[in-house]
């Protein structure tokens, strides 16, 4: 059974940072789209950030360019994104999930999804 396990939510003070870790797992394809979604309260589901495995091919929300950064290490395997200049709107629980193709155009259609961490920036 495929397993997403997200950590390194937490709280900061606007203009920090934070690194999320996911870990996938028993997804048994060589190559493969991770990606970043997050939810706000009352609010829709927004994709964050995607990247391909297999040659790590990378794509951002537009409010998250320049200030994310997603990246991989296939061995573990293990997805990163990393969040600098943090703004109160990027309070919201953070999931993880995983797809075979990376997808501009569709952001949220993923197969399997972890369980979310939590980030609240505060101003």
């Known amino acids: 059974q495929v397993q997403l396990l997200e950590s390194g939510g937490g709280s900061v003070q606007a203009g920090g940072s934070l690194r999320l870790s996911c870990v996938v797992s028993?997804?048994?394809?060589?190559?493969?789209?991770m990606g970043w979604v997050r939810q706000a309260p009352g609010k829709e589901r927004e994709g964050v950030a995607q990247?391909?495995?297999?040659?790590?091919?990378?794509y951002y929300a537009d409010s998250v360019k320049g200030r994310f950064t997603i990246s991989r290490d296939n061995a573990k395997p293990t997805v990163y994104l990393e969040m600098n200049s943090l703004k109160p709107e990027d309070t919201a629980m953070y999931y993880c999930?995983?797809?075979?193709?990376?997808?501009?155009?569709?952001?949220?259609?993923?197969?399997?999804w972890g369980q979310g961490t939590q980030v609240t920036v505060s101003s």
């Open positions: 990247i391909y495995t297999g040659g790590g091919s990378t």
């Open positions: 999930a995983v797809r075979l193709i990376c997808s501009v155009s569709n952001w949220n259609s993923f197969n399997y």
């Open positions: 028993a997804y048994t394809y060589r190559n493969y789209c």
